[in-house]
């Protein structure tokens, strides 16, 4: 049975499943054993409060790791120091170092796991670019999701200087949008491919009974699922909401900053996390689903994004309105795409309107981005015979 080892920026119970999720999904779906190590914790990460999602991952770390779904294995790893953009925290030492701190041995616990030797090394956060030194693997790849330096958080020098370091040892560079190949040019001159993001269309066209929070209310329903930072446009959505006040604005993702910059509405539910498993529910019944991003402050950030929710959107048969960038442009998909608040809200009114026949031109755009088929083109590029 291959083995493929996983380093990823979020842990295997985020409740934002992101692309890496999907692949080790993929690959245990085809009968590989997968070992999925996320970005460590420290006890840094206490001082900014301890959230429900800090509190699971803590939880991992003491459970010592389980095997989850089919073949997978996943574990989280606490250290002394984690690095991250502060004083000290961003230093060479802290980024070449870290992983030596940790308590247990992360390299004792991945052998002890039995990935001590794997078929496939795949990493995604610079955090964790080290391991193409400890472990011994057949092929690696290292996959560039987003532009690193749209997360001031994590981006450092010395990040970046480990994230140079491992493309050049490994065997391959998959990036996820046409905006990121100036940059993945630059880190791989050669063996740099382009991966786009897919859906897992197996889970979301399963018909799911309506979510609780739906019950006994006949206005459309406008939905968000994700994550909702300082890029998330806010005002559009407060605006919206006031222009049209027969329609349920319903945001499901971390509320934190939600609930400090969004106006309280007796339209605007924001209903916070919710597990992967149960999104179908809320896309399904829903009447169009947003992506409203702040393409005017941080342009650089999400330029290069390909978000997952806008192919989960269209598999549920939602339509969609987004804010214009150039990534959702070079898809060509069905979405709406506006520049501005006006827009916006004309958008929503026409993708309710004709939710019938957008949806229908939305399921049939991403069915032919599943997954399944994004992890026959990674083992494609990396020469692994994928039926094995």
């Not at 245990?28 to 070992?35: I, L, N, P, S, T």
């Not at 459309?220 to 930072?229: D, T």
């Not at 960038?325 to 958008?347: I, Y």
């Not at 026409?350 to 990674?378: H, I, M, N, P």
């Amino acid at each position: 049975m291959p083995k493929a080892l996983f380093c990823a920026c979020n842990s295997w119970f985020n409740h934002s499943q992101v692309g890496s999720h999907h692949l080790a999904r993929g690959l245990a779906r085809k009968g590989w054993q997968v070992a999925f190590i996320s970005d460590p914790v420290s006890p840094a990460h206490v001082l900014g409060g301890v959230t429900p999602e800090l509190a699971a991952r803590f939880r991992l770390w003491v459970d010592g790791g389980s095997w989850v779904e089919e073949n997978i294995f996943t574990w989280l790893p606490t250290t002394l120091l984690a690095p991250h953009n502060k004083p000290l925290l961003r230093s060479e030492w802290v980024a070449n170092n870290w992983h030596r701190l940790a308590l247990p041995s992360i390299l004792a616990k991945i052998r002890r796991a039995g990935f001590g030797e794997v078929d496939l090394l795949y990493i995604d956060s610079p955090t964790q670019a080290y391991w193409w030194k400890d472990i011994s693997y057949t092929k690696g790849v290292y996959r560039l999701a987003d532009a690193p330096s749209g997360f001031v958080g994590k981006h450092t020098h010395a990040a970046q200087r480990a994230l140079q370091d491992a493309v050049k040892h490994l065997d391959a560079l998959v990036y996820t949008a046409p905006s990121l190949r100036g940059l993945a040019e630059s880190l791989r001159p050669d063996k740099q491919y382009l991966l786009p993001n897919g859906v897992d269309s197996r889970h979301f066209s399963v018909p799911t009974p309506c979510p609780p929070e739906y019950n006994e209310d006949n206005r459309p329903i406008v939905v968000y699922v994700g994550v909702m930072e300082e890029w998330f446009d806010f005002t559009w959505v407060d605006h919206a909401a006031t222009q049209l006040p027969h329609y349920r604005f319903v945001l499901i993702g971390p509320e934190k900053l939600a609930k400090e910059k969004l106006v309280s509405r007796e339209n605007v539910s924001i209903i916070g996390p919710r597990p992967f498993q149960t999104l179908p529910g809320y896309l399904q019944h829903a009447s169009v689903g947003i992506v409203p991003f702040d393409t005017g402050k941080w342009g650089e950030l999400i330029r290069s994004i390909n978000p997952l929710k806008l192919y989960e959107y269209m598999t549920c048969g939602l339509p969609v309105v987004a804010s214009r960038w150039e990534t959702l442009e070079q898809l060509a998909s069905p979405a709406l795409l506006v520049d501005n608040v006006q827009g916006f809200c004309e958008a929503i009114q026409t993708a309710v309107e004709q939710k019938a026949t957008l949806g229908a031109l939305g399921r049939e755009f991403a069915l032919r981005y599943d997954w399944q088929t994004r992890v026959d083109s990674l083992l494609e590029i990396l020469g692994v015979d994928a039926t094995q």
